[in-house]
């Protein structure tokens, strides 16, 4: 069920009057039932799938908790297989037989491997990551092992972060649902703010400019290096819109229940550099994979750095686009520690330090522009297609706009101005986690709410268009 | 023993200058307690930017392993010691 959709207009209010209608020791099962529910609308077959993944984990968690030595690591390695395997089943099996077909037949050896024809059960990577967080955290001992089958299942696929997180700690999370909860004024104003706030993000912004994004991207070879780098920019407003309105969207429809899910983004357009950006995007991942994958590598920094921006990117899909992406991240993030002392040295040259303000500026442009190139593999289709389109973007002798793009230009204002209006609200939030609240007195602020959600009723594009993180 | 004693205080002595220098604030004073919760800005990609210092420094090397098993500065000092002393 998507966030933006009719159908999800109509559950949601439902399954929140009945929430805070029944007695406690049921809302368990009422959160679960709406959760598979929210689930089986995508693809119903594939909740068993889940199913067995959870009864594993569970046990898992168990064992590992009473058992002693080898057999607690035998649990886990266990745990990690089933998890790991499945979604390496599920997203990297076509990818992988491509990749050995095409090895072995540069060598002249006709060895096939026949295509899986499935389609990839929805945020399977972001609910195996979470379940594997569990496991890792009861084996660190961080973690008491869920006893409660309905609950640890319910930790899994809680409906707002079931398909695109944010990625929970069982720390974080767990604990919530054992928690009374009865209705709350604040949170569920709250909550919705951050609703509205959210769907502004998708609708107003971000499917808008998807429109242009996808017109210049899907017929790449028609568009000169001018539409080209119009279309990247435009792709990275999308993105972040995008997730960070899904992230806006799970975490106020969480907080209208009173539960309090991690932030996934701290204005990540605003970053100083590679290192501070990767703070503040997708931090639930970031954090994921720094905690459990970086901590444990035996090599030394740069070769750890590279490997879990690699895998990172793998993480995305299985395409050598989003390895590459991976590896743009982690090639910027080894540069820059190593030439650390020396940019120091070149801002105590040039008196930089002088000119805050000329360095923050500078720093942030440098930094959303080098993430802004590693959108053109991840937003590509092939390497070859990246290849073609850098070389346009790096030919500097064409620099007139097309100005026949088919879509409606007006989208594209409203989603400018929208977009505008997005990055002055969040440069004014100094240090506020992505939630939005109005100064001034009540009245005031109700016209500014009530103002919000007519722009997103009037201005938003309401056609259920899926999330992009959805189809990781 | 109290040569011991006097490489670990001079080694204390120079991973204070390696913080002041990484985090950019000549108030920091370590104690073996000195976690990252007590230094702002104390993270992931901090530790990488320690480390890169405390191995020229020091010249020794670290693994990513070794690094994100210390708790505190203590087990840092302690670490280099015994780098230092193989």
Known sequence: MLFNSLHFLTFFPIVLAAYFSIPQRWKWLLLLSASCYFYMVFIPKYILVLFALILIDYTAGIIIERAQGRRRKRWLAASLIANIGLLGFFKYFNFASANLAAFFSALHCGFVIPNLDVALPLGLSFHTFQSMSYTIEVYRGAQKAERHLGMYALYVLFFPQLVAGPIERPQNLLHQFYERREFDYQDAADGFKRIVWGLFKKTVIADRLAVFVNEVYGNSGAYNGAALIVATYLFALQIYCDFSGYTDIALGVARTMRFKLGENFNRPYFSRSIGEFWKSWHISLTTWFFDYVYSALPWRWYASLLFVFLLSGLWHGANWTFVLWGAMHGFYMVVSILTRETRRRMVAFLHLDRAPVLRKTWQQLATFHLVALAYVPFRAKSLSETWAIMVKIFNFSDWRLPLHFKSDITGLWIALAAALLLGCIERAQRDAWGSISFPGKPPIRWVVYFAMVLIVVCLGKFEAQSFVYFQF | ?86
Do not use: H
């Not at chain 2, 913080?19 to 073996?32: G, H, K, P, T, Y």
């Open chain 2, 1 to 86: 023993m109290a040569l011991r004693q006097r490489s670990r205080d001079e080694i204390y002595k120079e991973l204070t200058d390696v913080f002041r220098d990484v985090f950019d604030d000549n108030q920091i004073d370590l104690s073996d307690e000195t976690s990252a919760k007590d230094i702002a800005g104390w993270d992931s990609l901090a530790t990488i930017n320690l480390a890169i210092e405390a191995e020229r420094v020091f010249g020794v090397k670290f693994l990513t392993t070794e690094l994100s098993r210390l708790k505190n500065v203590g087990e840092f000092v302690s670490v280099i010691t015994q780098k230092l002393g193989r």
